[in-house]
């Protein structure tokens, strides 16, 4: 976003444009992934189509890391870095590149989200949390409500982490666990 007018770029290019702008490629697989993926591919390999899709449907595994910042001038940011949901069709995408579903900043809050992309994308999770904020609500009562609308629309889980102007943090999940953890620099 600094280096050219787009807002997002995806397919090859992204990585094409990212190989330019002085990034690495790695490879970020884990031994874990690698045997888990191997697992599913064994399990599915026999099923048609339709066989595969139900069987792919309720088996997966969440990972994503979510960040919010305040500035004490007011700047706000937010990132979601995810590697998404575990045993979905390939070429699924999921919320956290989706700006005001997994991800959301403007001058009133910075929100990011995990949990179940389909439900997070309904929702349009992240917006709904801002949406709270600029409302009023402090920012951990915005992702409480904002969770429940999800958690009452779509039955699934999710977690939200949220920072308004000043600086005020907030989070919330109906899902098992998150972990979050609060840094001050200056
Ligand atoms: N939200 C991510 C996705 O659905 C998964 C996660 O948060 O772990 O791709």
């Known amino acids: 976003m600094e280096r050219t007018h787009h807002s997002m770029l995806g397919n090859g290019f992204a990585t094409r444009f990212a190989t330019k702008c002085g990034f690495e490629r790695s490879d970020l697989k884990t031994r874990q992934a690698?045997?888990?993926y191997q697992e599913v591919k064994d399990e599915i390999s026999d099923l048609d189509f339709d066989e595969t899709l139900e069987a792919l449907r309720n088996r997966d595994t969440n990972g994503t890391v979510?960040?919010?910042?305040?500035?004490?001038?007011?700047?706000?940011?937010?990132?979601?870095?995810?590697?998404?949901?575990?045993?979905?069709?390939?070429?699924?995408i999921g919320d956290s590149p989706q700006v005001?579903?997994?991800t959301y900043c403007d001058s009133q809050a910075a929100?990011?989200?995990?949990?179940?992309?389909?439900?997070?994308?309904?929702?349009?999770?992240?917006?709904?949390?801002?949406?709270?904020?600029?409302?009023?609500?402090?920012p951990k009562e915005a992702a409480e409500k904002?969770?429940?609308?999800?958690?009452?629309?779509?039955g699934r889980e999710a977690g939200l982490i949220?920072?308004?102007?000043?600086?005020?943090?907030?989070?919330?999940?109906?899902?098992?666990?998150?972990?979050?953890s609060r840094i001050e620099y200056g």
């Open 34 to 36: 690698v045997e888990q």
């Open 66 to 92: 979510g960040c919010v910042a305040a500035k004490p001038n007011g700047e706000l940011a937010a990132a979601t870095s995810t590697g998404g949901r575990s045993s979905q069709l390939a070429g699924r």
């Open 146 to 154: 904002a969770i429940e609308f999800l958690d009452t629309k779509t």
């Open 111 to 138: 929100v990011s989200a995990t949990g179940i992309g389909e439900a997070i994308i309904k929702t349009t999770l992240s917006r709904r949390c801002r949406d709270n904020i600029t409302e009023g609500m402090s």
């Open 100 to 102: 005001g579903s997994g």
């Open 162 to 180: 949220a920072v308004d102007a000043n600086g005020s943090l907030g989070s919330y999940h109906n899902a098992e666990e998150m972990h979050t």
